[in-house]
């Protein structure tokens, strides 16, 4: 794995843990679509290894059918989950600092512009 992709990764984690701690988001909604788009990872692939970063022990089955069907990496899931960490603290922190009804915005914007990428501009 190059360096390049380990930061990938990592930047991958911090930005989903900050929106995690910021306005709720995280696994479906920013790692899928950015291991499928950015890492170019199936969409199986990317939702196992979602799984195996935010599920476990909650949705360990899960997790095991996802791993013997070869669909989670686990060395992608280590590093995502060490920027989670991180990005999910400083997501918090700025969370607690924004008045509610302008945090309810955040949240709508970023659903919209998700939306609108899947929706617009699915290869």
Same mark, same amino acid.
């Given at each position: 794995m190059s360096v390049q992709t380990i930061l $990938? +990764? +990592?930047i991958v984690g911090v930005v989903a843990g900050m929106l995690s701690g910021l306005v709720g988001l995280g696994g479906g909604v920013i790692i899928v679509p950015a291991l499928v788009y950015l890492m170019g990872f199936s969409q199986h692939r990317a939702t196992g290894t979602s799984l195996g970063i935010l599920l476990l022990p909650a949705g360990i089955f899960a997790v095991m059918n996802y791993y013997k069907k070869g669909f989670i990496?686990?060395?992608v899931v280590l $590093?995502?989950?060490a920027g989670f960490l991180l990005g999910g603290y400083l997501?918090?922190?700025i969370s607690l600092n924004?008045?509610?009804g302008a945090l309810k915005k955040v949240f709508a914007v970023? +659903? $919209?512009l998700i939306a609108g990428k899947v929706l617009f501009l699915d290869k």
């Open positions: $990938l +990764l +990592l990496d686990i060395r $590093l995502i989950f997501g918090s922190k924004i008045p509610e970023v +659903l $919209l």
